[in-house]
């Protein structure tokens, strides 16, 4: 990375506790340390990377050996806070545990910390990613924990809290760093645009922030990046360029030609498109997922959670767009379309264009399986069936009357059917279209069924329990037979 990069992050390290954002448990606790001149000897600092753990090592070092501490912070003036801000001070010690992590290199510390502090009140020694130290280093760092010099501070810093032994975590005071949310990683950027002078709108630092990850450090590295891709203007169509993003009324339009059977035709095109454009297919479809995670996050009410991927102003757009969208449509799309990703990653197709066909063939599948009934119709229809075959004829629609009647005073030739009776019966009721019977049952089936002789509990005979069948399964692509016992 170039020094560019760097360059904000730098700038605007916080040099007071006062200045850092977010952390205040941590940062409130060490103020309440020198308020009442409690100071201990070893701190472990856990937490993610980038949210301030080093920044606020630093700021303690120099509180603890400030020449005209302000109160709880340290003046930033003096010599001794001026060294340690240019990291050259003779008793702040930082060391990279992940680089040293060697018994011989806390032994070496340890001999260290027997000499008194050279300039300020105390000798402090910043092990950063302190879990990376090896057993035996443990064991001696332990050693100097047990019983430390009254002029030495340790200051442990870890991402890995977990990796740490129990009996270092007991000998010191912890303190747990967050992630910082987006909305504040949003608002503490735009404080920095201005003073910078750059022009951005809420979108852009939407994304600046969501590329941080909860990170202060990662969020100024790519917002360093970002001025530079958009000539310092830093708005959302720009950002969206230059990750990858394609925004929400793109994944709207998808979802909605999915949804709707009519505008099928243009999954296609999409496609084609974002192929010719040379987008990468798999994050699109991966983008999309998420979008409908989103969605469904928006339904639950739970659209506030730092996971959801989509500026603020966009949610309660999306909300009101998809109010009335049944959950289990989405829910199905979801998981059908998630396995659609898993299996493109798994096959290592060899180029764009054979991921292409690959996702054409599998969204036609999905179009077709998304025209047959739900899940839910389903079970609605079988419940009903439940109570017809139980004999509750109340619930048949009234199309059916000649049936009810039927059913409700059976008749001579009811207990001999005659075909054309059955013919003539089957046209008074909305027939079913051919295609609709080629998807209900096979003609077989329905000829073998109707010389039975059977009666079900209710004494309805079989031929007018098919017809009903046929009339509740109209458009299902189900053999009705397969319930008649129920
Ligand atoms: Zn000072």
């Known amino acids: 990375m170039s020094e560019n990069h760097q360059v904000l992050f730098r700038k605007y390290r916080p040099q007071f506790f006062r200045d850092v954002i977010y952390q205040d448990l941590a940062v409130g606790s060490l103020q309440n340390a020198f308020k009442s001149k409690k100071i201990g000897h070893a701190y472990i600092f856990i937490g993610p990377r980038g949210v301030g753990k080093t920044t606020i090592a630093r700021i303690l070092a120099k509180r603890l050996n400030c020449e005209r501490p302000d109160g709880v912070e340290p003046c930033n003036e003096c010599t001794s806070c001026l060294e340690i801000t240019k990291g050259n001070s003779n008793d702040v010690f930082e060391i990279d545990a992940a680089s040293n992590s060697g018994?011989?290199?806390?032994?070496?510390?340890?001999?260290?910390?027997?000499?008194?502090?050279?300039?300020?009140?105390?000798?402090?020694?910043i092990l950063d990613e302190v879990h990376m130290l090896s057993g035996a280093a443990?064991?001696?760092?332990?050693?100097?924990?047990?019983?430390?010099?009254?002029?030495?501070v340790f200051i442990l810093a870890t991402t890995e809290y977990h990796k740490i032994p129990e009996t270092i975590l007991s000998r010191c005071q912890d303190f747990h760093f967050r992630k910082v949310p987006v909305t504040v990683l949003q608002s503490y950027i735009e404080t920095l645009c201005t003073k910078e002078?750059?022009?951005?709108?809420?979108?852009?630092?939407?994304?600046?922030?969501?590329?941080?990850?909860?990170?202060?450090?990662?969020?100024?590295?790519?917002?360093?990046?970002?001025?530079?891709?958009?000539?310092?203007?830093?708005?959302?169509?720009?950002?969206?360029?230059?990750?990858?993003?394609?925004?929400?009324?793109?994944?709207?339009?998808?979802?909605?030609?999915?949804?709707?059977?009519?505008?099928?035709?243009?999954?296609?095109?999409t496609l084609e498109n974002l192929f010719q454009s040379g987008i990468d297919l798999s994050k699109f479809i991966w983008d999309f997922i998420e979008f409908?995670?989103?969605?469904?996050?928006?339904?639950?009410?739970?659209?506030?959670?730092?996971?959801?991927?989509?500026?603020?102003?966009?949610?309660?757009?999306?909300?009101?767009?998809y109010r009335e969208l049944d959950r289990e449509i989405l829910v199905l799309l979801a998981e059908r379309i998630f396995s659609i990703h898993e299996k493109l990653n798994l096959m290592k197709l060899r180029s764009s264009y054979e991921m292409k066909v690959y996702l054409e063939i599998q969204f036609r599948k999905l179009i077709l399986d998304r025209e047959k009934p739900s899940v839910s119709g389903l079970l609605a229809k079988i419940s009903e069936?439940?109570?017809?075959?139980?004999?509750?004829?109340?619930?048949?629609?009234?199309?059916?009357?000649?049936?009810?009647?039927?059913?409700?005073?059976?008749?001579?030739?009811?207990?001999?059917?005659?075909?054309?009776?059955?013919?003539?019966?089957?046209?008074?009721?909305?027939?079913?279209?051919?295609?609709?019977?080629a998807q209900i049952s096979s003609p077989t089936s329905l000829e073998k069924n109707t010389n039975t002789k059977?009666?079900?509990?209710?004494?309805?005979?079989?031929?007018?329990?098919?017809?009903?069948?046929?009339?509740?399964?109209?458009?299902?692509?189900?053999?009705?037979k397969q319930f008649k016992n129920l």
């Open 103 to 125: 018994v011989d290199n806390i032994r070496e510390l340890r001999e260290n910390v027997k000499f008194n502090a050279m300039g300020g009140k105390y000798r402090v020694y």
């Open 138 to 152: 443990f064991n001696a760092l332990l050693k100097t924990l047990e019983e430390p010099p009254a002029h030495v």
């Open 197 to 269: 002078g750059l022009k951005y709108d809420s979108e852009g630092l939407f994304w600046i922030a969501k590329k941080g990850d909860g990170s202060v450090r990662d969020t100024l590295s790519f917002m360093e990046q970002a001025v530079i891709f958009t000539d310092g203007n830093l708005t959302g169509a720009k950002l969206r360029k230059m990750i990858g993003y394609h925004g929400i009324d793109t994944f709207t339009d998808f979802l909605n030609q999915l949804i709707d059977t009519s505008q099928s035709a243009q999954i296609f095109e």
């Open 292 to 321: 409908l995670n989103s969605l469904l996050l928006i339904k639950d009410n739970l659209a506030d959670r730092e996971s959801i991927n989509i500026p603020q102003e966009d949610l309660q757009k999306l909300k009101q767009n």
């Open 385 to 437: 069936l439940t109570k017809l075959v139980q004999g509750d004829i109340s619930i048949l629609p009234d199309s059916i009357e000649p049936v009810k009647k039927q059913i409700q005073t059976p008749s001579p030739t009811q207990e001999k059917p005659n075909p054309n009776t059955n013919s003539q019966t089957n046209t008074k009721i909305d027939s079913p279209t051919p295609e609709t019977k």
């Open 454 to 480: 059977e009666t079900n509990p209710s004494g309805n005979h079989p031929e007018d329990m098919e017809k009903l069948l046929k009339e509740k399964f109209s458009g299902m692509e189900v053999d009705p």
